[in-house]
């Protein structure tokens, strides 16, 4: 048997692996925990997304609303939380999608996951997509899921509902904070556009789809009030547009003004979800598989 220097023998290997202390076992069992910073994703994820790296000044978002050009009231009061004053105190947050090696190479339909950075891309909320094999592998982009939102300490703060009835062209997406429902996304068939809706306010929100919002480059959704004026934006950014903050990942920004209601600020970044499995699930898949990772032109948004 040719055993090199500072290798144990198979029998051996096989017997020290076999045989384990209480401490030992203790000690492997807590390696499988999930850990505490969001739960598995870190710095560079398992997956090996290249996440952005915080920054000292928050970021520079073109074309950003100042202020709430309407009042709008009459939301469910919040349980107070840590989430709930980081989201008070910014204007812009940042969703990077994590790649999935596994779905590159082999096709085969992972769980989407997500980060959420607050202004100074510092990392505030981990999500992930809770579905069935079969409906990721035979429904592809049209198929129900739930996301599952943690903060970085990995306790759930959020989840969201994707619905969708058999048969119908109907959409919507629902959103629970510390298991209160919040609001609720919606898309009526044969409409590009999605209505936000938060609970106890009457006035909702529209989120306009570009004309082409399938198409490579950089999209931007606006975030319009029920009587038309502009709030912000969420905006979808070709991988590599954003080399400057070192991600390698599809990355949407979202944007609006400071003084938005924090339950509205939360409805917009889990509109994302819905915009990127309605536009974009089936793009990213394509784009993978042939390697076009880097494609696309250079953008300031």
């Not at 980060?115 to 035979?138: K, W």
């Not at 979202?254 to 889990?270: E, Q, S, Y």
């Amino acid at each position: 048997m040719n055993i090199q220097p500072g290798q144990l023998p198979l029998k051996a290997i096989s017997l020290t692996s076999a045989v384990k202390s209480p401490e030992e076992v203790e000690q492997d069992s807590k390696k499988d925990e999930p850990r505490a910073e969001g739960a598995g994703f870190g710095r560079r994820n398992n997956a090996g997304t290249k996440l952005p790296a915080a920054r000292s000044t928050p970021m520079k978002i073109p074309n950003q609303v100042a202020a709430m050009p309407v009042q709008m009231t009459g939301f469910v009061q919040l349980a107070s939380n840590n989430i709930l004053s980081a989201i008070a105190h910014t204007n812009s947050l940042m969703v990077v999608q994590c790649i999935e090696p596994l779905e590159i190479f082999t096709g085969f339909e992972t769980p989407n996951r997500y980060v959420v950075h607050d202004m100074y891309c510092r990392p505030l909320l981990y999500c992930m997509e809770r579905s069935n094999v079969f409906a990721r592998q035979y429904h592809g982009n049209n198929r129900n899921f739930g996301m599952q939102i943690m903060d970085t300490h990995g306790a759930q703060v959020m989840t969201c509902f994707r619905g969708r009835p058999c048969c119908s062209c109907d959409d919507f997406l629902s959103t629970q904070f510390l298991d209160q429902q919040i609001g609720m996304m919606k898309r009526e068939c044969c409409n590009p556009n999605f209505e936000l809706i938060g609970s106890g306010c009457n006035q909702p929100l529209l989120i306009q789809s570009p004309v082409c919002a399938g198409c490579g480059g950089t999209q931007k959704f606006p975030v319009m009030t029920y009587n038309g004026a502009l709030v912000g934006e969420i905006v979808r950014l070709y991988p590599g547009f954003m080399q400057e903050m070192f991600t390698d990942a599809d990355t949407y920004i979202v944007h609006f003004p400071m003084d938005m209601p924090p339950i509205l600020k939360l409805l917009l970044v889990t509109s994302v979800f819905l915009i990127d499995f309605t536009y974009f699930e089936d793009r990213n898949q394509d784009r993978h598989h042939h390697g076009g990772m880097h494609g696309g032109m250079h953008s300031s948004f």
